[in-house]
């Protein structure tokens, strides 16, 4: 019997490892994307050695209605990974209301309706995960990030809770705590910057996406079977 996952953000870097990833352990995926029609046709085409079900839904998670329109095109479900996400850099001081919006909206708000609009199919079936893609800045917290580093404190939150309401319900939340990885997020850093962060990471290197999704892989695993309400930390050994 087919097991279905919604990947949200499935367009960007670590959203496409995690989708490979998951084909390959034979799963069949809901493609969340929003913009990047172009990346999910070419992801589509790329799966098509695996032996799934892929099915692209656009969804704008920034906006009120985009948990909605997303959650009325996913029928079986067997785990979300919580993937979305949208970056700002800059002083707290200058940040305006329209970018704390955004990032409550696309991390924590969204993220929250569509799991409740999701769960009561895997309330009915007594099995299913939930999977938060957070970050290193939700546990140690960013200057110049702060309310990214909010977003993603506040999605580490609700996984320690969540998790403990609904483990009596063979569901088990968990996260993933990504360090500094090889994806477009980092674009607007230069060389000499990049290089900066490598040396300041024990491993000596960023994360590339694969180290991201073969971590989700695990999660989702039976050999994981026994772990709920965690975060994993992906990050080289940069914070402890």
Request: aromatic share 8%; with cysteine.
């Amino acid at each position: 019997m087919r097991k279905y996952v919604l990947i949200t953000g499935a367009s960007g870097g670590i959203g496409r490892a995690v989708a490979f990833e998951l084909a390959k352990d034979g799963y069949s995926l809901y493609l969340h994307y929003n913009q990047n029609v172009q990346s999910i046709r070419e992801l589509l085409d790329e799966l098509s050695i695996y032996d799934g079900e892929y099915i692209p839904i656009q969804a704008d998670l920034s906006k009120q209605d985009g948990y909605k329109k997303l959650s009325e095109n996913i029928f079986s479900i067997d785990a979300i990974i919580h993937n979305s996400g949208i970056s700002h850099y800059g002083l707290f001081v200058d940040t305006n209301l329209e970018v704390v919006e955004n990032l409550m909206a696309v991390h924590v708000t969204s993220p929250i309706m569509l799991t409740k609009e999701l769960l009561p199919k895997m309330i009915r079936q007594q099995s299913g995960n939930i999977l938060f893609i957070t970050s290193i800045w939700g546990q140690t917290g960013a200057a110049c990030e702060v309310i990214y580093s909010t977003v993603k404190g506040a999605q580490i939150s609700l996984v320690k809770s969540l998790s403990k309401e609904l483990a009596l319900n063979g569901i088990r939340v968990n996260g993933v705590a990504p360090g500094a990885v090889n994806t477009s997020m980092l674009a607007n850093f230069t060389d000499e910057e990049l290089d900066i962060i490598k040396e300041d990471i024990p491993m000596g290197r960023l994360a590339e996406p694969k180290d991201i999704a073969e971590s989700v892989s695990f999660l989702l695993s039976d050999k994981a079977g026994y772990i709920t309400g965690q975060i994993l930390s992906v990050n080289g050994g940069w914070y402890m």
